[in-house]
C-alpha cells in the first residue's frame, strides 16, 4: 500500500495539461472595439495633420520673400514634428493602456477558470486550452 501512496504523490504533482491556456492575443486585439476606435481616432489625427501640412506647403510656396520662405518652412518643419510625434505618442500610449487591460482581462479569467499558466497561442505547437473567445467577449 505504501508504494500506491508514492506513485499517487509523484501523480499529483506533475502539471496537467488542463491547467494550461492558450490565447490568440492578435485576434482578441484584431476584434477589440476600444482598438478599432483608436485606430479610426489616429487616422482622423493623420488626416487632419496631411490637411494642415498641405495647408502650410500652400503658404511656403505662396511667399515670394526666398528668407521668408525659409523661415516659414523651418517654422512648419518644427510645427509637422511636433505634432507627429505628439500623435504617435497618444496613440502608443492608449494602445499600451488597451494592452494591459487585455493582459488583466486574461490574467482574471485564468485565475477565475483555475488556469496555472496562460501562453501565447502563435508559441505553442500543441496543447493548452484555447480561451480566445472567451477573453474576446469580455473586452470591448
Do not use: C, H
Not at 4 to 30: E, F, G, H, L, Y
Not at 101 to 112: D, G, L, P, R
Amino acid at each position: 500500500m505504501k508504494n500506491q501512496t508514492n506513485a499517487k504523490d509523484k501523480t499529483s504533482t506533475q502539471p496537467n495539461a488542463t491547467n494550461i491556456a492558450v490565447v490568440d492575443v492578435q485576434a482578441i486585439v484584431n476584434s477589440s472595439a476600444q482598438v478599432k476606435s483608436l485606430r479610426e481616432a489616429q487616422s482622423s489625427k493623420v488626416n487632419e495633420l496631411n490637411i494642415w501640412l498641405q495647408n502650410a506647403q500652400n503658404e511656403v510656396n505662396a511667399e515670394q520673400d526666398k528668407e521668408r520662405q525659409q523661415a516659414l518652412l523651418q517654422k512648419y518643419n518644427a510645427e509637422f514634428a511636433l505634432k507627429r510625434r505628439d500623435i504617435a505618442l497618444q496613440y502608443q500610449q492608449e494602445l499600451k493602456a488597451i494592452s494591459n487591460s487585455i493582459s488583466q482581462t486574461v490574467e482574471t479569467e485564468a485565475k477565475k477558470k483555475g488556469y496555472s499558466m496562460v501562453i501565447a497561442k502563435n508559441i505553442v505547437i500543441y496543447g493548452g486550452v484555447d480561451i480566445t473567445e472567451d477573453i474576446a467577449k469580455m473586452v470591448k
